[in-house]
T-cell receptor, first 114, second 115 residues
Framework: GENVEQHPSTLSVQEGDSAVIKCTYS??????FPWYKQELGKRPQLIID?????GEKKDQRIAVTLNKTAKHFSLHITETQPEDSAVYFC?????????????FGQGTELSVKP | SQTIHQWPATLVQPVGSPLSLECTVE??????LYWYRQAAGRGLQLLFY??????ISSEVPQNLSASRPQDRQFILSSKKLLLSDSGFYLC??????????????FGPGTRLTVT
């Protein structure tokens, strides 16, 4: 079935550095790729998404890139701040997914050290 | 604007007791609805989804069940809780395909502890 692999599982960076989280998907019919940020004890919050007809999308310090040929997409956070510390989940949705369900990666725990 | 509610926010229940968690969505019609469970420090496990009233699809066989008695109401139930049912239960919604939005949004969650 569909699968999304996410790496790394943990990531520690110094404040001000960049952070990159990578995901690979298996379903070539996937056309929607959201990223969620989950702070401790809170709900996952949608922070950015990209559709298959776009190669890159930016929103202030965060950006997502998509390589459809290689079936992978990445989240880039620049000038990291302590408040960026959280668990980040990538996901993919295929056009044939029943119920429009998202397939989630395993999550990356990002720690930004001041 | 759309909002999603879940209750209760926290729940402590003994093993073998029944469970009922409720999720309601406001400001939209005919949403797709989802129940997820998140064990401590783990990922998001999809339990059930629904594309309409009375239509429930199960992703993982277990002692939980779901129902959708109204368009914007989604209920997660169990007749007898197990210790392994402890976790953070998240309801989510998205607009029905063909709508303007494809984004999926999560509710605030219910933290369940089975003792």
């Amino acid at each position: 079935g569909e699968n999304v692999e996410q790496h790394p599982s943990t990531l520690s960076v110094q404040e001000g550095d960049s952070a990159v989280i990578k995901c690979t998907y298996s379903d070539s019919a996937s056309n929607y790729f959201p990223w969620y940020k989950q702070e401790l004890g809170k709900r996952p919050q949608l922070i950015i998404d990209i559709r298959s007809n776009v190669g890159e999308k930016k929103d202030q310090r965060i950006a997502v890139t998509l390589n459809k040929t290689a079936k992978h997409f990445s989240l880039h956070i620049t000038e990291t701040q302590p408040e960026d510390s959280a668990v980040y989940f990538c996901a993919a949705r295929g056009i044939y997914n029943q119920g429009g369900k998202l397939i989630f990666g395993q999550g990356t725990e990002l720690s930004v050290k001041p | 604007s759309q909002t999603i509610h879940q209750w209760p926010a926290t729940l402590v229940q003994p093993v073998g007791s029944p469970l009922s968690l409720e999720c309601t969505v406001e400001g939209t019609s005919n949403p797709n609805l989802y129940w997820y469970r998140q064990a401590a420090g783990r990922g998001l496990q999809l339990l059930f989804y629904s594309v309409g009233i009375g239509q429930i699809s199960s992703e993982v066989p277990q002692n939980l069940s779901a129902s959708r008695p109204q368009d914007r109401q989604f209920i997660l139930s169990s007749k007898k809780l197990l210790l392994s049912d402890s976790g953070f239960y998240l309801c989510a919604w998205r607009s029905r395909p063909g709508g303007r939005s494809t984004e999926q949004y999560f509710g605030p969650g219910t933290r369940l502890t089975v003792t």
